[in-house]
């Protein structure tokens, strides 16, 4: 996934920035030759850690870690991408199932099969006969709603898609935009999983019709647009639906001050769409020691215990702890909508392509 991070008292966005190749941050390495012991982790802007867990980590391998954030997800992928033959880092994480063909067809990664594999959940596991990518992180993308919303209207929140394009809802949705965020892309291919090639062009004409806002990336959605997120309540945000994660409600909760007993917003399940996020040892990369012994560290227990707080996301890995908030205030999708990676990388850029006729012209 995809991916989504960051906050204002919510989880954050992993939008898919395809136009802007800007990094964020230095990309001055220094000396990465194959003694070296630095090793460069390249991400997404969302990339986030326990400093004293990274710290344990450069102990025990003796390496020193230099994490170069390189904007949104499909920014930072792209970038990685054009810079392939000489790379800014030795590990890449965050290509999410959404893109991942790409990575893989451009040559991105080369063949690692990392230690502890064998502990990743069989359904996250790809590519199994090269082993270019490393699972890390699930999530799921999902319309979240304005509790206080529907409830001062006693009108039951929206539970599926076929909801969303109810009468009563008309006016109340906003979403990303398919072509620049990931979470827009992963909501259409919510769509494209449920209704099918002959069905999903039909029902955005209806969700069309029942009034869905869209708006360039999360931030502008989730902080601005939504009327249940904190920010958003700053903002005076009249849109009591949004695009988001089925994580936010939790991270409405950790990040308000003072915690309210129960999260105010919540999550239709029947909206939701499940994203992946792999890392994986980049093709030309100068310290590829260093890399595999960071990939191995990123399915650690440790590393994968610690990330669902920082990042908001569910670790991978069999008998990872999955934090009581999330448990309490959003608990795991059941039944999320999935697409086989080979089927997005036939089909996204068409779809993303009659998405944007269908709904912004």
Same mark, same amino acid.
């Given at each position: 996934?995809? /991916?989504?991070?960051?906050?204002?008292?919510?989880?954050?966005?992993?939008? #898919?920035?395809?136009?802007?190749? /800007?990094?964020?941050g230095?990309?001055?390495?220094?000396d990465e030759?194959?003694?070296?012991? /630095?090793?460069?982790?390249?991400?997404?802007?969302?990339?986030?850690?326990?400093?004293?867990?990274?710290?344990?980590?450069?102990?025990?391998?003796?390496?020193?870690?230099?994490?170069?954030?390189?904007?949104?997800?499909?920014?930072?992928?792209?970038?990685?991408?054009?810079?392939?033959?000489? !790379?800014?880092?030795?590990? +890449?994480?965050?290509?999410?199932?959404?893109?991942?063909?790409?990575?893989?067809?451009?040559?991105?990664?080369?063949?690692?099969?990392?230690?502890?594999?064998?502990?990743? #959940?069989?359904?996250?596991?790809?590519?199994?006969?090269?082993?270019?990518?490393?699972?890390?992180?699930?999530?799921?993308?999902?319309?979240?709603?304005?509790?206080?919303?529907?409830?001062?209207?006693?009108?039951?929140?929206?539970?599926? +898609?076929?909801?969303?394009?109810?009468?009563?809802?008309?006016?109340?949705l906003? /979403?990303?935009?398919a072509?620049?965020?990931?979470?827009?892309?992963?909501?259409?291919?919510?769509? =494209?999983?449920?209704?099918?090639?002959?069905?999903?062009?039909?029902?955005?004409?209806?969700?069309?019709?029942?009034?869905?806002?869209? *708006?360039?990336?999360?931030?502008?959605?989730?902080?601005?647009?939504?009327s249940?997120?904190?920010?958003?309540?700053?903002?005076?945000?009249?849109?009591?639906?949004? *695009?988001?994660?089925?994580?936010?409600? !939790?991270?409405?909760?950790?990040?308000?001050?003072?915690?309210?007993?129960?999260?105010?917003?919540? *999550?239709?399940d029947?909206?939701?769409?499940?994203?992946?996020?792999?890392?994986?040892?980049?093709?030309?990369?100068?310290?590829?020691?260093?890399?595999?012994?960071?990939?191995?560290?990123?399915?650690?227990?440790?590393?994968?215990?610690?990330?669902?707080?920082?990042?908001?996301?569910?670790?991978?890995?069999?008998?990872?702890? *999955?934090?009581?908030?999330?448990?309490?205030?959003?608990?795991?999708?059941?039944?999320?909508?999935? #697409?086989?990676? =080979?089927?997005?990388?036939?089909?996204?850029?068409?779809?993303?392509?009659?998405?944007?006729?269908?709904?912004?012209?």
């Amino acid at each position: 996934m995809s /991916t989504t991070r960051k906050f204002t008292a919510a989880v954050a966005v992993t939008g #898919l920035g395809l136009a802007a190749l /800007t990094a964020c941050g230095s990309s001055d390495s220094g000396d990465e030759g194959s003694g070296s012991k /630095t090793v460069t982790l390249v991400s997404h802007d969302s990339f986030a850690y326990t400093k004293a867990v990274l710290k344990d980590f450069e102990k025990q391998s003796g390496y020193k870690v230099k994490v170069l954030k390189d904007g949104d997800a499909g920014t930072a992928v792209n970038k990685a991408i054009l810079t392939k033959d000489n !790379p800014q880092g030795d590990v +890449f994480f965050g290509v999410d199932n959404t893109l991942l063909s790409r990575a893989l067809d451009n040559g991105l990664f080369q063949s690692y099969e990392a230690k502890g594999s064998d502990l990743i #959940l069989p359904q996250y596991r790809v590519d199994q006969d090269k082993h270019r990518v490393t699972p890390i992180d699930s999530g799921d993308i999902c319309v979240n709603y304005d509790k206080a919303y529907f409830d001062k209207r006693k009108l039951a929140p929206p539970t599926s +898609f076929d909801d969303l394009i109810k009468p009563e809802y008309k006016n109340l949705l906003v /979403t990303e935009n398919a072509s620049t965020s990931s979470p827009g892309l992963g909501f259409l291919l919510g769509t =494209a999983a449920k209704y099918g090639d002959d069905g999903w062009q039909d029902y955005w004409k209806k969700l069309k019709a029942n009034g869905v806002k869209v *708006v360039d990336g999360w931030e502008q959605a989730y902080n601005v647009e939504f009327s249940g997120s904190a920010g958003g309540k700053k903002a005076k945000g009249d849109r009591p639906l949004v *695009v988001s994660y089925a994580s936010s409600p !939790p991270a409405e909760v950790i990040y308000a001050d003072p915690k309210p007993k129960t999260a105010p917003t919540g *999550v239709a399940d029947g909206t939701c769409f499940r994203q992946v996020e792999y890392a994986g040892l980049l093709s030309n990369a100068k310290n590829s020691k260093g890399g595999k012994a960071l990939v191995d560290f990123l399915i650690t227990k440790q590393f994968q215990d610690d990330m669902p707080l920082n990042m908001f996301v569910y670790p991978v890995r069999e008998a990872a702890q *999955v934090p009581e908030e999330f448990a309490k205030f959003g608990p795991a999708v059941e039944n999320p909508e999935t #697409l086989d990676p =080979a089927k997005i990388a036939d089909n996204r850029d068409e779809w993303v392509k009659s998405w944007t006729s269908l709904v912004l012209k």
